[in-house]
C-alpha cells in the first residue's frame, strides 16, 4: 500500500515518516486556522498525530484491534485530509469486525493508492465477511498493475480466474530473502482467503507459515503473527 517498499515488495511502512511529516502540517495548518498562535495549556498536553498514529499501531500489534481502530477514528476525525492514507486503519477495522467501516476505508484509499493488489484483497475480505465469497467477487475494486510478486496471482485467486497453488508456484520463483517474503505474503493472503471461505484449518496451515517459518519483519509479516495471535494458533519454527 502506501507504505509499500518496492526493494522487497513489503508493505514496511517505508513511507511512514513522509506520512507523518504530512499529518505534522495538516495539524499545524488547522490550528492556525483555530487562532492559536501558540498551544494552549489544555491543547498541548492532547497527544499529536505522531503520537496517535503509533498508539494506534502499537495496540493493533499488541492484538488490541478494536482499540486500535478507535484510535485511528481519532485521529482521522482530527487531521482533515488524512483518512484516504489510513490503509492501517483498515487492517484495524476488519480484525475489530467493523466490516462495512473496512470496506469503505479500503475504498477511500483506492483514490490515493490505485495500484496496490492488497487494497483490493482487503476490501474482497470485508464484503466476503457481510455478504459473502461470490458478492466480494463481484464488487472486487479495480486496480492497477503491481509488480510485485505473487501479487498477480492473489489477485486472480480472490477474482476466481486461479487456483491457490498457483500463488504458491509464482511464490516459489527466486531466491533467498526474496523468495522468503514472496511466501511471506503468499500464505498470508492464502490464510486470509481461506478464512473468508469458511475453511479454518487451510486458513490455519497459511497464516502459521506466514507468522513462523516465512515471518518477515515488516508491517505486513507482523499482520501474520497478530492475526495468529487473534486466532490462538501457536507458530512455530519463527523464521526471525
Known amino acids: 500500500m502506501a507504505g509499500s517498499d518496492s526493494s522487497t515488495g513489503s508493505r514496511s511502512m517505508s513511507s511512514e515518516p513522509n506520512f507523518m511529516t504530512r499529518l505534522f502540517v495538516q495539524w499545524c495548518c488547522l490550528l492556525a486556522a483555530w487562532g492559536f498562535a501558540a498551544l494552549p495549556s489544555s491543547l498541548a498536553a492532547e497527544p499529536t498525530p505522531q503520537e496517535v498514529f503509533g498508539e494506534a499501531v502499537r495496540l493493533f500489534f499488541d492484538a488490541k484491534p478494536v482499540e486500535s481502530a478507535r484510535n485511528f477514528d481519532q485521529l482521522a476525525l482530527s487531521v482533515p485530509g488524512a483518512e484516504p492514507e489510513l490503509w492501517q486503519r483498515g487492517l484495524a477495522l476488519y480484525y475489530a469486525e467493523r466490516f462495512d ?123 501474520a503473527v497478530t492475526h495468529a495471535k487473534l486466532r490462538g494458533w501457536p507458530v512455530e519454527n519463527a523464521g526471525q
Not at 146 to 159: C, G, N, S
Not at 186 to 213: F, I, M, N, S, W
Request: charged fraction near 30%.
Open 101 to 223: 467501516d473496512g470496506r469503505k476505508q479500503f475504498e477511500l484509499h483506492r483514490t490515493v493508492n490505485p495500484n496496490d493488489v492488497e487494497n483490493p484483497a482487503w476490501h474482497f475480505l470485508c464484503v466476503a465477511k457481510l455478504e459473502g465469497l461470490e458478492a466480494a467477487r463481484g464488487k472486487l475494486l479495480p486496480v492497477g498493475k503491481d509488480p510485485r510478486v505473487p501479487m498477480k496471482e492473489i489477485l486472480d485467486l480472490y477474482a476466481g480466474r486461479c487456483e491457490p497453488a498457483a500463488v504458491l508456484a509464482a511464490a516459489e520463483k527466486g531466491e533467498g530473502e526474496i523468495k522468503r517474503n514472496q511466501l511471506c505474503y503468499a500464505h498470508l493472503y492464502l490464510g486470509l482467503y481461506y478464512e473468508a471461505a469458511g475453511d479454518a484449518l487451510k486458513a490455519r496451515e497459511h497464516v502459521t507459515q506466514a507468522a513462523g517459518p516465512f515471518r518477515m519483519d515488516h508491517y505486513m509479516g507482523k499482520v
